[in-house]
């Protein structure tokens, strides 16, 4: 199973995104967060955007209504990533982002337990643990949740798990230690000067703990 660091990128304009893209174009797959400024305190991408890059794209839909979101913009990306704590069914998003031929993976925040997404692990592609309270880059890392992605890689050897906030030189480590794979960092890589240096900073410190045997792609 392969390792990914993953940038994340907030913006509020199309120049901003531009500005965003072009710092990130070393990539292979790069995260944007759409923010509604009502299940998060924050807005982003409240735009008709246009994605420019070559990267794969994950949407995180940090929304009230995902399933809004995902009829007007789908075509845009390639991975949509739903919080299981917004307002639509989970089931009916899981659908409607498989009706719309994407890859569909489900979020959860902090105070959230795998329990509640138990009957959606084997309808997804992928869990995304939040690491930090979702909406800012920059919010402070919750060590906790990580008992969370440990759980997760016991329940599912070959699922990706995908970690969300607070991802810097600091805390990598122990999330990949704990079984994550896919690693979102904002701040920490697109705050940077020099943010590919940044990125192969954090790809060093996950290459230096292999993935176990059992886990394949």
């Known amino acids: 199973m392969k390792k990914e660091i993953i940038p994340a990128i907030i913006v509020k304009n199309q120049k901003d995104l531009e500005v965003a ?4 174009t070393f990539a292979k797959r790069i995260q944007i967060d759409i923010m509604d400024n009502k299940f998060v305190k924050n807005s982003s991408f409240q735009f008709n955007f246009k994605l420019k890059t070559k990267a794969k794209v994950e949407a995180h839909l940090m929304v009230q209504h995902p399933l809004q979101w995902i009829k007007s913009h789908a075509d845009k990306v390639d991975v949509i990533l ?4 917004s307002l639509d ?3 009916k998003v899981i659908q409607a982002i498989k009706k719309a031929k994407k890859t569909p993976g489900i979020v959860i925040n902090p105070e959230t337990a795998i329990e509640e997404i138990g009957p959606f692990l084997d309808k997804v592609k992928e869990v995304l643990v939040m ?4 909406g800012f880059y920059g919010s402070k890392f919750v060590p ?8 997760l890689r016991a329940l599912k050897p070959n699922l990706h798990i995908e970690v969300d906030g607070g991802i810097t030189d600091k805390t990598i480590a122990k999330a990949n230690k704990a079984g994550a794979n896919l690693f979102v960092s904002g701040s920490f890589i697109m705050k940077n000067p020099q943010p590919q240096k940044a990125a192969q900073v954090l790809k060093k410190l996950i290459q230096q703990v292999p993935l176990s045997q059992n886990q394949t792609d």
Do not use: G, R
Not at 21 to 24: D, G, H, I, R
Not at 145 to 151: A, D, E, I, P, S
């Open 21 to 24: 893209l072009a710092k990130a």
């Open 131 to 134: 690491t930090v309270h979702p």
């Open 144 to 151: 906790e949740t990580l008992k969370k992605v440990k759980q």
């Open 82 to 85: 739903f919080q299981h704590e």
């Open 89 to 91: 069914d989970n089931e």
